[in-house]
């Protein structure tokens, strides 16, 4: 019965600290290299003239909307980690 109450006073709350940390990281550390990314896969994995003219953060993923082609044509692009909050980034095309 103990136990159940250090997990409920310690373990729990710690974890959910955790959590909130790697969420700020997520949301607000440099995203220069998500970017770069980004705009390769805007391209079809190889780098090419890209403007980004929208882009959004939160805690889960990354959204870029990029303008190539002149600015005729506009890619948008999710980038998300493997694991949540952990691991690489992976983008996709919307």
Do not use: W
């Amino acid at each position: 019965m103990a136990e159940a109450g250090v997990v409920r006073r310690v373990v729990i709350p710690v974890v959910l600290l955790g959590l909130t940390v790697l969420g700020f990281i997520n949301t607000y550390s440099d995203n220069s290299d998500v970017q770069k990314l980004a705009a390769q896969t805007a391209c079809g994995g190889q780098m090419c003239p890209v403007q980004m003219v929208e882009f959004s953060r939160s805690p889960f993923s990354h959204e870029y909307v990029f303008t190539k082609e002149k600015g005729t044509t506009r890619v948008s692009v999710k980038c998300a980690r493997a694991l949540i909050f952990l691991g690489d980034y992976h983008c996709d095309k919307e």
